[in-house]
């Protein structure tokens, strides 16, 4: 029994039901300069993500491709986000028309490592997804 492995130590993934309903690990970064595409890694996937920005507008994506074109949403000087309630392992921001764009991201995390979002590029992000970038 050298390589026997019970399905009962698999590791959570994306659709484990239970790392969504319990509330997430506290997860935050301030102050951020944002003038050309910035990367937050987070260290296990997201159960919700909100961005406040002080000093924008500023562009939020899942990827640089995505913030650098035509997938993101706006943030407003002075304005957070909604709570979004999404799995993501990164997050892109880009501020615009700004010197240093400040920003803020709270997230609560979820016990799914990082490397679970992988699109079988190896890296973790939904890029070339449709919509991301």
């Known amino acids: 029994m050298a390589n026997f492995n019970p399905s009962w130590k698999a590791e959570v993934g994306l659709n484990h039901v239970g790392a969504y309903q319990v509330s997430g690990q506290p997860y935050a970064v301030a102050a951020l300069g944002c003038n050309n595409a910035t990367k937050i890694e987070f260290p296990f996937v997201t159960r919700w993500v909100q961005v406040h920005v002080d000093d924008g507008p500023v562009r939020v994506g899942f990827s640089e491709i995505g913030v650098s074109g035509s997938n993101y949403f706006r943030v407003a000087s002075g304005s957070s986000s909604e709570v979004l309630e999404l799995k993501v392992s ?42 991301v970038g």
Do not use: D, F, K, N
């Not at 997050?91 to 079988?120: C, D, F, K, N």
């Open 90 to 131: 990164e997050l892109w921001l880009y501020g615009i028309g700004v010197a240093e764009a400040q920003v803020e991201v709270v997230a609560g995390l979820t016990s799914i490592p990082s490397t679970r979002t992988s699109m079988g590029t190896g890296r973790p992000s939904w890029s070339g997804s449709s919509g």
